[in-house]
């Protein structure tokens, strides 16, 4: 079956940055595009961007535009996102979600979360 | 880019059903027939129960069904259960620039 497990939680102060790591199995990793999601506490569901694993092209919010790079290393089966410039704001619940199987405008699967937390 | 609109809040006792919407602009929800619905328990992640307006994933129940009209999507569920009990979030793709945006999220409480 298909399984996103993603690195710890993290504690950044600000002004820094934090990469954030999410294991695929279960189905062939560069076949389906890979999104990151993000949730603050009490706050609703926000995209940051996708990546094809397949030719490494993304696409990100123009929110996190600047400060946001997605990667992968297919040889792992890992997806990456790479946030800088952290501000308290950042804190939040991070999230891989992979693309459904018949489209790209859907999250069939989701990784449990990362927590990282912005504090000086 | 707006953010979808859903209630904060909706509640029915067990065996009843409910009916959630998720509000919209001509942008998102009203010019692609592309809105997904997703649940999510407290602490955990949330999960996919309905994709490209009406159509369910394998191993979600029948009792979810959601619709669209117009500038507004909605989630309903019947006969329900316990479990239900989650905040459910909609989700419509928004174009090539923006790619997609959620709702803020409706909390479902089970009586």
């Known amino acids: 079956q298909v399984l996103l497990v993603q690195s710890g939680a993290e504690v950044k102060k600000p002004g820094a940055s934090v990469n954030v790591s999410c294991k695929a199995s279960?189905?062939?990793?560069?076949?389906?595009?890979m999104h990151w999601v993000r949730q603050a506490p009490g706050q609703r569901l926000e995209w940051m961007g996708w990546?094809?694993?397949?030719?490494?092209?993304?696409k990100y919010s123009q929110k996190f535009q600047g400060r946001v790079t997605i990667t992968r290393d297919t040889s792992a089966s890992t997806a990456y996102v790479e946030l800088s410039s952290l501000r308290s704001e950042d804190t939040a619940v991070y999230y891989c979600?992979?693309?459904?199987?018949?489209?790209?405008?859907?999250?069939?699967?989701w990784g449990q979360g990362t927590l990282v937390t912005v504090s000086s | 880019q707006s953010a979808l609109t859903q209630p904060a809040s909706v509640s029915g006792s067990p065996g009843q059903s409910i009916t959630i919407s998720c509000t919209g602009t001509?942008?998102?929800?009203?010019?692609?027939?592309?809105v997904s619905w997703y649940r999510q328990h407290p602490g955990k992640a949330p999960k996919l129960m309905i994709y490209?307006?009406?159509k369910r994933p394998s191993g979600v129940s029948n009792r979810f069904s959601a619709s669209k009209s117009g500038n507004t999507a909605s989630l309903t569920i019947s006969g329900l259960q316990a479990e239900d009990e989650a905040e459910y979030y909609c989700?419509?793709?928004?174009?090539?620039?923006?790619?997609?945006?959620f709702g803020g999220g409706t909390k479902l409480t089970v009586l």
């Open positions: 001509s942008s998102d929800v009203g010019n692609f027939d592309l």
């Open positions: 279960g189905y062939t990793f560069t076949t389906f595009s």
């Open positions: 990546i094809n694993p397949g030719n490494g092209n993304t």
């Open positions: 490209e307006v009406t």
């Open positions: 989700c419509s793709y928004a174009g090539s620039s923006t790619f997609v945006v």
């Open positions: 979600a992979r693309r459904g199987t018949y489209g790209d405008y859907y999250f069939a699967y």
